[in-house]
């Protein structure tokens, strides 16, 4: 995400169809299908939602980590030279709300490595 986020570019680069993808100041599709904008930020996003059955984190991230190949060499080096930044932006349901994320430590350091964030929404029914 960041105010430079060329969408083409990281559709290009990751070899995949984003879920979501928004150019600064540039109207977007929201998941609704209705016509938004123009965007506050520019955002080229994949879920695991439809992919990963469960409510644990740590699956989710996996499999994020994997279908992006993050543990690319030359990540690091694209992401500061485009002006974005990496993260993981979670829903997270914790229901009976004495449950933690469980945030596996190899993600959490490629993540501190690329310079990412991983944000977490928990939200308790």
């Not at 349901?93 to 009976?96: F, L, V, W």
């Given at each position: 995400m960041g105010d430079a986020v060329e969408p083409t570019f990281w559709t290009e680069y990751?070899?995949?169809?984003?879920d979501t993808a928004i150019a600064k100041g540039e109207p977007f599709v929201t998941p609704s299908g209705r016509l938004g904008g123009p965007g506050r930020v520019g955002l080229w996003g994949?879920?695991?939602?439809r992919h990963v059955h469960s409510d644990d984190l740590s699956p989710h991230l996996r499999y994020l980590t994997q279908r992006l190949n993050?543990?690319?060499g030359d990540l690091p080096k694209v992401v500061a030279e485009k002006g974005v930044r990496l993260r993981f932006f979670c829903y997270w349901?914790?229901?009976?709300g004495d449950r933690a994320p469980d945030i596996p430590q190899d993600i959490r350091a490629m993540m501190e490595a690329l310079g990412g964030t991983i944000?977490?929404?928990e939200y308790r029914d």
């Open positions: 990751f070899g995949l169809s984003p994949v879920s695991s939602k993050l543990t690319r349901r914790n229901q009976s944000e977490i929404d």
